[in-house]
């Protein structure tokens, strides 16, 4: 099972971790595991690309199965609203998943 946290600091989201596996298909048939991996690829490349941030990004490139991502505290007023815009979209997206496949996720 997929464990998620989306992180919260003064009701700004400034992070999020990924820990675990779906297991709910077959190796490379496994949805869900490949929506999360989408979404949160997705949303480290697109604060990357779109703001001027860089986030922390600590992964298990080996196994797969853990990734944990983190934003600044301080930033400009409009890089915040750019990447928080991003980060809102990234727990959209998770909420989605979670209510769809809640067997093989769990978003905390």
Known sequence: MIQAWISKQDGQING???????NSGEYGQDIVCAAVSVLSINTVNSIEKL???SPKVVSNDQEGGYLEVSVPDTM??????K????????????????????????LN
């Open 76 to 81: 400009s007023p409009e890089a915040e609203q």
């Open 83 to 106: 990447v928080q815009l991003i980060l809102s979209s990234f727990e959209l997206g998770m909420k989605d998943i979670s209510q769809s496949y809640g067997e093989y996720i769990n």
């Open 16 to 22: 999020f971790k990924l820990t675990g596996h779906a």
């Open 51 to 53: 703001t001027p941030i």
